[in-house]
């Protein structure tokens, strides 16, 4: 009976496996003597063949820990990370920023995150970065600007051009950015994703309805949509997300596209 599951830093995968001959059967009295409130098991799961060699992190260089945002292993990728961040601290920005030019782009991730931590990380590296020939560097990037929010206009072009990334998870976590510019360029931009989206791909759908739907919670920007005349497909984008936008004008666009439809 496994509860939980955690990939090690070996490379082996770890089982919790609380092992109770009941399981919430209530037919059986709660202090029968097989509830075992006790004991578990751990299970450890691995394969015949190559093993990832496990390193003290605790005591290793700073170039150590750099290299180590190479490896395979996301767990010692991040305990690395988080060892360059707690106890390197500050004095890792400089060299962190310098190798980023030749890093592998697992490398330049985890770099990223770093400088963030550390308030290192630069408008100018980010905009870098946000234009990556990579597509993960790109998507973690956009996750950065999300949360770091800086001179947010100086990136407004970037997350424009980045909708129509030809990776759609860049798509998504550009999509989510134009919340942060509450104007009807936004509205128009997030109704031209929900055309340009492929039906198939239902996370992109949903994450540009919420923009959108959180766009139109901002009463001037509803306002400004009640008062525009859209074509009957933007319409229904648009009354789709206004059952959870509670204001005057959302109720006058839903009356107004259904007194239409009828």
């Known amino acids: ?68 945002f190479d490896l395979d292993n996301i767990v010692s990728r991040m305990a690395a990370a988080d ?58 990037s956009f996750r950065i600007l999300r949360e770091w929010q800086p001179d947010i206009e100086a990136f407004h072009p970037i997350i424009l051009n980045a909708l129509k990334d030809t990776d759609a998870h860049v798509q998504r976590a550009a999509i989510e950015l134009l919340t942060s510019y509450p104007e009807m360029s936004s509205v128009e931009a997030s109704l031209s994703m929900l055309h340009a989206t492929p039906p198939e791909d239902s996370h992109l759908t949903y994450t540009t309805r919420l923009t959108l739907r959180n766009l ?21 984008f648009i009354a789709g997300t206004l059952v959870d936008v509670h204001s005057s004008d959302a109720a006058a666009f839903l009356s107004k596209f259904f007194d239409e439809g009828t």
């Open 1 to 68: 009976r496994p509860v939980t599951i955690k990939l090690g830093p070996d490379g082996a995968i770890y089982v919790a496996d609380f092992y109770n001959a009941i399981i919430g059967h209530y037919e059986v009295p709660l202090g029968h003597p097989k509830r075992d409130k006790q004991r578990g098991r751990i299970w450890r799961i691995t394969y015949k063949g190559k093993h990832n060699d496990v390193q003290d992190l605790t005591t290793a260089k700073l170039d150590e820990l750099i290299a180590a």
């Open 216 to 236: 139109l919670r901002n009463n001037n920007l509803m306002n400004q949509t009640l008062n525009t005349e859209w074509s009957s497909q933007d319409q229904a």
């Open 83 to 140: 060892q360059v961040a707690d106890r390197i601290g500050t004095g890792a920005i400089e060299p962190l920023k310098e190798q980023l030019s030749n890093a592998s782009p697992k490398k330049y991730i985890h770099s990223l995150w770093v400088l963030h931590r550390l308030n290192g990380l630069t408008e100018d590296i980010l905009k870098q970065s946000l234009v990556h020939a990579s597509s993960l560097v790109r998507l973690h």
